[in-house]
């Protein structure tokens, strides 16, 4: 009897499963129509916990004013912290910016400048970060946490398997990204072996908003502006 229940569940399971799909569906299809209208865009990450008195917050709304003022618009994940600054430094130089927010129990919630036309919810990472990837000419990466990581070496993983055009990826923050950047070169480069030599050179280590701008106008005026798969 007890498998049988067993078996019932699992069945209720499988077909919750199989009507999920028109959801994820609608995720897609939302957001392929709204972002396909944005134009040029850069993607900023970082902490939701980043404080507005934290340098960091100030150097990200700086790099955004920059980013729109070379003529892109700004993306980030919606939230407080460095999507914050992102999303103010673009709204501040009169440029687009875009938020795509994700439902989460706690931290996450949608910050005040947002285009009122941009701001997009997701349920679903996968969804959003297949939104990041499409619609961004660049990864800008300030400090963060788990995720910023995860966003970061999945678009490094998209780009070096050659699922999608290359693109460049900068990291902001010398004192905060360099341990990384040197455990990358020396372990999985020198030592093991686990990555190629210009694998290395997908990722820039800079520390101004000057700098950033540099490696995207550099990296443009070589590559056309389009989506990226």
């Not at 407080?80 to 996450?108: C, R, W, Y």
């Not at 285009?115 to 990837?133: E, G, I, T």
């Not at 000419?137 to 990581?149: A, D, I, K, N």
């Amino acid at each position: 009897m007890r498998k049988e229940q067993n078996h019932k569940g699992w069945n209720q399971i499988k077909t919750n499963d199989s009507w999920a799909i028109f959801k994820i569906m609608g995720e897609f299809v939302n957001g392929f129509e709204k972002m396909s209208r944005i134009g040029p865009c850069v993607s900023i990450f970082g902490s939701a916990r980043t404080k507005i008195d934290d340098k960091y917050y100030q150097l990200t709304v700086d790099v955004a004013k920059e980013i729109v003022a070379h003529g892109y618009g700004v993306i980030t994940g919606g939230g407080p912290g460095i999507m914050e600054a992102g999303n103010k430094g673009a709204h501040l130089a009169g440029g687009t910016s875009v938020g795509l927010n994700i439902d989460l129990p706690f931290e996450q919630h949608d910050n005040p400048y947002i285009d009122s036309d941009k701001s997009l919810d997701f349920d679903y990472f996968f969804v959003r970060k297949v939104m990041f990837v499409k619609y961004s000419q660049g990864f800008v990466v300030m400090p963060g946490g788990f995720g910023t990581l995860d966003e970061l070496f999945e678009a490094i993983t998209l780009i070096q398997t050659n699922k999608v055009q290359k693109f460049p990826i900068i990291l902001v923050g010398t004192s905060f990204w360099s341990g990384l950047f040197d455990w990358i070169k020396a372990t999985l480069l020198d030592t093991f072996s686990t990555i190629s030599p210009g694998d290395i050179e997908l990722l820039h280590l800079v520390d101004t908003p000057d700098e950033v701008l540099a490696i995207l106008d550099k990296f443009y005026d070589e590559y056309n502006l389009s989506p990226n798969f």
